[in-house]
């Protein structure tokens, strides 16, 4: 039973003082006190109320040591997303942590990808994943690394290594942004996204490259999102110029070329 130490650990997470949630609790210090060092234990009532007022169910207040848990799998819990209340809509991140119990980045090399594709949500699996670390990217986030394949995404080369931050509510995702998405018939992908989410369920998955046309996918059909921060490569990608561009671009090499023909003929005159 690890109920006692997952209060206190849930109320420091909160920053919170005793006093401060024994209050909202509407009990004595106390009494939060001696369920916190084990000296009591609550009632049926009282373990609904703490169970509402971290909104985590009993049987994981109850059965499941938080101190365990990733830091990643901690903010799922504390967003409501708890296998108990949520049963099998729960959208399982199996993670990896260093020796410091710091989330590692997972590489997801192209050949690993259909093995990804069945084994995201299998700890064995991900733990066999090469992992790293960059310094610079923040400690409360989770990320994870994908090959990039095929030549949808140009002028990111393929091959590239695109690193993404795992998003747990699909409808924080903005229009435009760049996402990799763990799809059920295609796998692995990269895409700037449409949310339509939240009137029609569903995204609009958009490829750099011109020659892709955009499709869609129901939010049943996706499993995880990872939104993009950075990519890496070996290759510099190739410039682009669009079609305005090069007009201007044009237009204005013919007028340094006029001015040209204009100042030798000035020079021929004199």
């Not at 009282?46 to 971290?54: E, H, K, R, S, T």
């Not at 080369?157 to 998405?181: H, I, S």
């Not at 892709?212 to 682009?240: A, D």
Request: with cysteine; net charge negative.
């Amino acid at each position: 039973m690890y109920f006692d130490s997952n209060i206190k650990l849930l109320r420091k997470r909160r920053k919170r003082t005793q006093d401060e949630v024994a209050e909202q609790l509407k009990m004595k210090r106390s009494t939060l006190s001696g369920y916190e060092n084990r000296v009591a234990q609550p009632g049926i009532e009282l373990l609904l109320l703490f169970a509402d007022f971290y909104q985590i169910a009993v049987d994981t207040l109850l059965k499941v040591d938080l101190s365990k848990l990733s830091e990643t799998q901690l903010r799922q819990l504390e967003q409501g997303e708890d296998v108990f209340l949520r049963g099998g809509n729960l959208r399982v991140l199996a993670s990896t942590v260093n020796s410091e119990n710091r989330e590692n980045i997972e590489l997801v090399p192209m050949k690993a990808q259909a093995g990804y594709t069945n084994g995201f949500s299998d700890p064995e699996y991900i733990s066999d994943l090469q992992v790293f670390q960059l310094p610079f990217l923040s400690e409360e986030k989770k990320y994870r690394t994908f090959q990039l394949q095929g030549d949808s995404m140009l002028p990111i080369p393929e091959k590239a290594w695109v690193t993404g931050e795992y998003v747990l509510d699909w409808n924080t995702l903005k229009t435009g942004e760049a996402c990799v998405v763990l799809t059920i018939n295609d796998g692995i992908v990269f895409k700037i996204i449409e949310n339509r989410i939240g009137d029609e369920g569903k995204l609009i998955l958009y490829s750099l490259n011109p020659m892709y046309e955009p499709y869609q996918l129901t939010v049943g059909e996706i499993r995880e999102i990872w939104r993009f921060v950075h990519f890496i490569s070996h290759e510099i990608p190739e410039p682009i110029i669009p079609e305005n561009q090069l007009v201007r671009t044009v237009a204005t090499l013919k007028q340094d070329l006029d001015q040209l023909k204009m100042n030798i003929q000035g020079k021929e005159r004199t």
